[in-house]
């Protein structure tokens, strides 16, 4: 299977720390994405970053991919209540291809 | 709206009946995807179309699930002899032009449960 895991399952931090959630995948990828989802809610996009690419920001999330280790990681500075959700990475299967599979989650709890 | 519609957003059937889920995707979205999601866990994939074909359906559990999107638009998720196992939240999501190039954009979902 292509999907991916995330790791940790839970992650329970205070207020105005940095949260780190890593996702590891099994196969070549095109690209890979990072999605969040509130309790009872769809999944929202958060990036996208593609497999000839090292390390991506956008405001408060910074993602790293190392294709090598077939593995990502989602940095969320200065957490707020706020961020608290459940997030997903998902890949592709490869250059071409369009469908996307996802992981199974790291659910992300921050304490005001 | 502008986002990807679901209907119903709640469904409550007895086991072996038949049940019809709609996705109205993002106007202009060629590439249409089924996920389904039980507690605690990520989306699983079902089906992805682009545009009226089934591009993979290699997700589908098995052949009481089938997916139609006629027109190239609004999907219809088709589940026969509903059974327990089948109760979670059944996701639709939209693309531009697929996963390879872009985001999917998601629905709320259809929470089905099966008695």
């Known amino acids: 299977s292509q999907q991916g895991e995330e790791d940790p399952q839970a992650l329970s931090i205070q207020e105005g720390e940095n949260a780190t959630m890593n996702c590891s995948y099994k196969?070549?990828?095109?690209?890979l994405q990072w999605y969040r989802q509130n309790s009872g809610r769809g999944l929202v996009h958060l990036i996208l970053?593609?497999?000839?690419?090292r390390e991506k920001h956008s405001g408060r999330l910074r993602v790293t991919l190392d294709t090598s280790k077939k593995s990502s990681s989602l940095l969320i500075t200065a957490s707020r209540a706020a961020d608290t959700a459940s997030y997903f990475c998902a890949t592709d299967a490869g250059v071409g291809a369009n469908n996307l599979f996802f992981g199974t989650g790291t659910r992300l709890t921050v304490i005001p | 709206g502008a986002g990807v519609s679901q209907t119903p957003s709640n469904k409550v059937t007895e086991k072996g009946k038949y049940v019809e889920l709609r996705c109205d995707p993002i106007?202009?979205?060629?590439?249409l995807y089924w996920y389904r999601q039980s507690l605690g866990q990520g989306p699983e994939f079902l089906i992805y179309f682009q545009g009226t074909g089934a591009a993979d359906d290699s997700g589908l559990p098995n052949d009481r699930f089938f997916a139609v999107r006629p027109e190239g638009s609004v999907s219809t998720l088709k589940i026969q002899r509903t059974e327990r196992g089948d109760s979670a939240v059944y996701l639709c999501?939209?693309?531009?032009?697929?996963?390879?190039?872009?985001?999917?954009?998601f629905g709320e979902g259809s929470r089905l449960t099966v008695l």
């Open positions: 106007s202009g979205h060629t590439a």
């Open positions: 196969t070549s990828i095109n690209n």
């Open positions: 999501a939209s693309s531009l032009q697929g996963a390879g190039t872009g985001e999917l954009f």
């Open positions: 970053i593609r497999s000839n690419e």
